[in-house]
């Protein structure tokens, strides 16, 4: 997509309340890092599941996932991403980039 997408954020109300909609959305969802239990990926510890609000991911039964504590390095990477940011503003960042280009890191 090209870059002059970018422009129509600042410049056009409709596609700027629009995405501010979607943002506004994706960050109120709180993310929580659940453990698979009873399964395991290639013999390796059981794997991590994200799952909204305390629920488990889709096709990850609840009575076959736990959810992980606040210490656990993937929730605290959630929980802050870096320094200077909150989950919050990583994934209204996120929803920015794929609104407007269509692809995010």
Known sequence: MPLSYGEYYPRS???YSAIRVRQGAI???PLKVHR???ETAR????TAALGPSGG????VGSSHAEQVGASHL???????PNPFWTWGDLWRATETYLSLWGSAF
Do not use: K, Y
Request: charged fraction near 30%; charge should be positive; aromatic fraction near 0%.
């Open 13 to 15: 109300a409709l596609v």
């Open 27 to 29: 960050a109120r969802v």
């Open 36 to 38: 698979r239990l009873g």
């Open 43 to 46: 013999g390796d510890e059981p």
């Open 56 to 59: 488990a991911q889709r096709g």
């Open 74 to 80: 993937v929730q605290r990477l959630l929980d802050s």
